[in-house]
C-alpha cells in the first residue's frame, strides 16, 4: 500500500496519478460492449440467453429460464430464517423512511392577472434496476433502488441480477420481494442492460436504467443514454477516511478493508495528520489482512489503489477530500460537526468514530448508490428525485396573453422567426 505525505514535493501529481481512473474508458470493454448492445438490440432474448449462458457460465435454453414472477420472489422470502428476515424489514423501513423525505411534490402559482406557472411532478412509467452479482450478490443494492423508485411511485420496476454459474441468492430475492420489485430477469452485464434499453419479447423496455455495476455494465449504460435515461456511471467502490488519530486503528483498517473487499480496483485512503497513528493503522493491516476470507481482493484493492497519507493538519485533510471528491468519507474525528461544512464534494459524509461506512451501506436510511471516480463533484447520491420527472405548467390568460404577447413578438422578431411573433401577434386585443 502506498504511503505519501502532502509536505513531499511531487505530492499533487502522485496524487492525480493515485486517483487515475475512468470508467468504461477501456476501448476493448467499449468495443465488447458495443457488439453486445447491437446484438441484443437485433437478435432479443436469443443473444440474452447466448451472452448469459457465455459469460454466467449458465445452459439455459430460454428466456423464460431467466424470468422470475413474483411468487418465486415470494417463496424467496418465506425460505429465509426469521432474524433475516428481520434485518431485511428494519432496513427496508429505515431506508424508506429516509426517502420519503425527498419526494418532490408538484407546485404552482398565479400572476396578478391570472397567468399560471408551476411544475407538475410525475413518477416514471417502468423503470429497470441493475443489480450486480458476478463477484458478489448485492440484497442491499435491491432495497436501494427499488425503494426511492417506489417512494416516487414508479408504475413497474423490473430487475436484472446476473446469477453466475446459476446460483441464485435467496437474499436478493427476498429483497426484491419487499421492496415490490414487479419482475425480475437473472441476467446480468451489457446484454441485460441492453434488454432492459432497447425491449426483447421477454424483457419489457424500460425509461430509465438505474444501479451500479461493473466495466461492462458501465459501458453499456454509457452507451444506451439517450434511449433510456440513466442515473450516473458509477465507478468502483471508494473510501476515504480524515482521521485524527484517536479511533482504534483496527476501526480504521477494517473500515479501509470494507471497500477494498469490493473489488481489486476499488479504492481506500487514510488521511491523518500522525505519521504514529499511520503506522498503527499499518500495523492493523497487516495483522487482519490474513483473517480476511477476500484478503486477496482486499490486497490487490489496497495494493493498486490504496495509500494512507500524512497531511499537515486536519484543515488540509478537508482540502485533499475536496480534490478527491469521494464516494464515501468518513470524518473519524471527535467534533465531526466542526468539519462537515468545509466538505463541499462526497457523496455521503459519515460524521463520528461510531459511524461506520457499512452501516450507511446497509441500513442507516440514505441511498449506498453513490457518485464515484470524482463525479462528487457534481453529482448525487440516488434518490426518489432519480424516479421523478417534472413537466412545467403555464395557463396564460386573456390579461396575461396581452401583456406577455408584446415581449414575446419583440423577441420573435429578434431571432427571425416570424411564425412565432405571429401566434403571439395574433392573440392580442385589436
Ligand atoms: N456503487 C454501489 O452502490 C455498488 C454496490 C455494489 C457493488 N458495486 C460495485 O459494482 C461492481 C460489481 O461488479 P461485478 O463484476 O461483481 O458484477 P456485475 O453484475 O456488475 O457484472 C457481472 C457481469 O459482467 C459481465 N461480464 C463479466 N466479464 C465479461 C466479459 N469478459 N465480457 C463481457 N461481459 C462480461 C457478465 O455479463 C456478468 O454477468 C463492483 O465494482 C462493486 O464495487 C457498487
Ligand atoms: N459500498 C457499496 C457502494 O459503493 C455498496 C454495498 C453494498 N453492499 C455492501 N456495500
Ligand atoms: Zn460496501
Not at 448492445?37 to 436469443?46: I, S, Y
Amino acid at each position: 500500500m502506498q504511503k505519501l505525505s502532502s509536505s513531499q514535493p511531487d505530492f499533487d501529481a502522485r496524487l492525480k496519478a493515485l486517483l487515475a481512473f475512468e470508467t468504461a474508458q477501456d476501448p476493448a470493454v467499449d468495443t465488447a460492449v458495443a457488439a453486445i448492445c447491437d446484438d441484443v438490440k437485433a437478435r432479443g432474448d436469443a443473444a440474452v440467453v447466448e451472452y448469459t449462458n457465455r459469460f454466467d457460465r449458465m445452459h439455459v435454453a430460454s428466456m423464460a429460464e431467466l424470468t422470475l414472477s413474483r411468487d418465486e420472489l415470494q417463496a424467496a422470502w418465506e425460505r429465509l430464517p426469521e432474524h433475516v428476515q428481520g434485518a431485511l424489514s428494519t432496513a427496508a423501513e429505515r431506508v424508506r423512511r429516509y426517502h420519503e423525505k425527498q419526494l418532490a411534490h408538484s407546485w404552482s402559482y398565479e400572476d396578478e392577472d391570472g397567468t399560471l406557472l408551476g411544475q407538475q411532478v410525475t413518477p416514471l412509467d417502468r423503470v429497470g434496476i441493475y443489480v450486480p452479482g458476478g463477484k458478489a450478490a448485492y440484497p442491499s443494492s435491491v432495497l436501494m433502488n427499488a425503494m426511492p423508485a417506489k417512494v416516487a411511485g414508479v408504475g413497474e420496476i423490473i430487475m436484472v441480477v446476473p446469477t453466475p454459474n446459476g446460483e441464485r441468492n435467496d437474499l436478493v430475492l427476498a429483497a426484491a420481494f419487499i421492496a415490490g420489485v414487479d419482475k425480475v430477469f437473472t441476467c446480468g452485464g451489457a446484454q441485460a442492460v441492453a434488454a432492459l434499453a432497447y425491449g426483447t419479447e421477454s424483457v419489457p423496455q424500460v425509461d430509465k436504467i438505474t444501479g451500479p455495476g461493473n466495466a461492462y455494465v458501465a459501458a453499456a449504460k454509457r452507451r444506451v443514454f439517450g434511449v433510456v435515461g440513466i442515473d450516473m456511471v458509477a465507478g468502483p467502490s471508494e473510501i476515504l477516511v480524515i482521521c485524527d488519530g484517536e479511533t482504534d486503528p483496527d476501526w480504521i483498517a477494517m473500515d479501509l478493508f470494507s471497500q477494498a473487499e469490493h473489488d481489486e480496483i476499488a479504492q481506500a485512503i487514510l488521511l491523518c495528520p500522525s505519521a504514529d497513528y499511520i503506522a498503527k493503522v499499518e500495523a492493523s493491516i497487516e495483522k487482519l489482512l490474513p483473517t480476511m476470507p477476500r484478503r486477496a481482493i482486499i490486497e490487490a484493492s489496497l495494493g493498486n489503489r490504496g495509500a494512507l497519507i500524512e497531511v499537515r493538519d486536519l484543515d488540509e485533510a478537508c482540502d485533499i477530500a475536496n480534490y478527491i471528491a469521494p464516494e464515501h468519507l468518513e470524518l473519524s474525528l471527535a467534533k465531526p460537526e466542526d468539519y462537515v461544512a468545509k466538505i463541499r464534494h462526497a457523496g455521503a459524509i459519515f460524521m463520528g468514530r461510531f459511524t461506520s461506512e457499512s452501516l450507511g451501506d446497509y441500513c442507516a436510511g440514505p441511498n449506498h448508490v453513490l457518485p464515484t471516480s470524482r463525479t462528487a463533484r457534481f453529482a448525487s447520491p440516488l434518490g426518489v428525485y432519480d424516479f421523478q420527472k417534472r413537466s412545467s405548467l403555464i395557463r396564460v390568460s386573456h390579461a396575461g396573453a396581452q401583456q406577455l404577447g408584446k415581449v414575446a413578438s419583440i423577441l420573435a422578431h429578434g431571432e427571425g422567426l416570424t411564425a412565432h411573433a405571429r401566434a403571439a401577434e395574433l392573440r392580442l386585443d385589436k
